[in-house]
């Protein structure tokens, strides 16, 4: 079956740096990958998503980018802010809208 | 947006015991699914919830420790049976609105927080 691999399982960054989280997955059937925050206690919220026929998306300071052939996707977040500062995690959809989750990651925006 | 409730929010059971968790969905949605999240971990899925019939189990979970229904396009529980300390954990239910728009996004609902004493 499908497996989701993330990194890094923590991520300090300064207030207005970049942050790029990475993820592997592998089966080739997978076409869906989306990216979820979730800050404690709550839900996980949809941030972005990217489906296998595209290669990049953008949506403000949130980008995506995924390579089919070498079966990776990254998360990559610019100026952070300190409420970007969650847990978040990546997955991928191997059929059926199932979703496999990776690790995820721990990101914390210092001021 | 699907917009997607659990009851209850937590609860502290004593082992041995059964509880019923229920989902409801604003919109109608194709697909539910349950997931599981232990305290600090990542989300695993435990089944797909298929409306009017079984639902179908990821390995490593059965229908008679989880057993599931959907009796509707926008309702559905999972009760966690005969229940034991390593069932603590979040539960959370998700939809998908397959929409032309929103063929594939999956929406949430805020998790039921259950503690096995």
């Known amino acids: 079956g499908e497996n989701v691999e993330q990194h890094p399982s923590t991520l300090s960054v300064q207030e207005g740096d970049s942050a790029v989280i990475k993820c592997t997955y592998s089966d080739s059937a997978s076409n869906y990958f989306p990216w979820y925050k979730q800050e404690l206690g709550k839900r996980p919220q949809l941030i972005i998503d990217?489906?296998?026929?595209?290669g990049e998306k953008k949506d403000q300071r949130i980008a995506v980018t995924l390579n089919k052939t070498a079966k990776h996707f990254s998360l990559h977040i610019t100026e952070t802010q300190p409420e970007d500062s969650a847990v978040y995690f990546c997955?991928?959809?191997?059929?059926?809208?199932?979703?496999?989750f990776g690790a995820g990651t721990i990101l914390r925006v210092k001021s | 947006s699907a917009v997607i409730s659990q009851k209850p929010s937590r609860d502290i059971c004593q082992r041995g015991t059964s509880l019923t968790i229920q989902c409801q969905v604003d919109?109608?949605?194709?697909?539910m699914f349950w997931y599981r999240q232990q305290p600090g971990q990542s989300l695993t899925l435990i089944a797909t919830?298929?409306?009017?019939?079984?639902?179908?189990?990821e390995s490593g979970f059965v229908i008679d420790k989880f057993p599931i229904s959907r009796p509707n396009l926008t309702f559905s529980t999972l009760t966690v049976s005969n229940m034991s300390p390593e069932d603590s954990s979040i539960y959370l239910c998700?939809?998908?609105?397959?929409?032309?728009?929103?063929?594939?996004?999956?929406?949430f609902g805020p998790g039921t927080r259950l503690t096995v004493l």
């Open positions: 919109s109608q949605v194709t697909m």
């Open positions: 919830a298929n409306q009017g019939s079984e639902a179908t189990y």
């Open positions: 997955a991928a959809s191997p059929y059926g809208n199932k979703l496999v």
């Open positions: 998700s939809g998908v609105s397959g929409s032309p728009v929103d063929p594939d996004t999956q929406y």
């Open positions: 990217i489906r296998s026929n595209v």
